[in-house]
């Protein structure tokens, strides 16, 4: 069953790496991106005198970099998603042997395989020279790599579930574009959840956007295993929690155009 989502990976990483010259210059404006956030972090560590969250200014910017990275890499398939749904496009894949959703699932991880270390390249380039590295253990790549696997899947399921409401909605991409924001503001995208505000963390701790961006982001550059387990036991309650309202939502539909015809 397996093999079919892995043969679809494959092909649909096949035809990205064929343009993988185009992806390289779209991926300059995360250089921009990284070298104002560096200019903008250095007067902050300046007036403060001090480690910020936790993390040092060379920590920090990687940090940023691999929040950057997160966000960069994640294919929009909602639109492509909502797009079929309202033009009627899913009911082609009902009678054919695999499943919708995780047909669109294999793709997204392909894309997403193919943007991650193009964009981390990009970032890297910037950060290295400006601020040079930091001490990474060992045993922090692996595991923040498996992390954000983890945040994009829980990524591409909350994406599918939204997007799927196209069945009912005429156009779910502005319902979409909230909840993209809220998740650059309370992810941690720009500065670590460990140092919003006592309040606002709490709030954003227990929802899914942090242990999609920040989390990940945090694992690499300040790594422990309590950490690692704490975000993982978050990262599978969302993932479970996406995916069965994502397939649930999906049924629904189905269910809706079998009722009206089409």
Known sequence: MMAKYAEVLKVTLQNRLAYVYDQIFRSLGMVIHIFIFIQLWRVTFRNVGGPVGGFTLPQMIWYLVLTETIITSSPRFNGR????????????????????????YASFLAEWLFLLPINFAAGAIVAWP??????????????ALLAMFAGASIQFFEMAAVALLAFWLEDTRGLWLLVERAQWLLGGLLLPVEAFPGVLRRIAEVLPFPHVVGGPARLAVDFSWQAFGRLALYQGVWLLVFAVVASGVFRLGVSRINVNGG
């Open 81 to 104: 998603i909502d797009a079929e749904v309202r033009a009627g496009d899913v009911a082609y894949s009902l009678n054919r042997p695999y499943s919708y959703l995780f047909f669109q």
């Open 130 to 143: 400006l601020v040079g590295g930091i001490d990474w253990r060992p045993e922090a790549v692996p595991v």
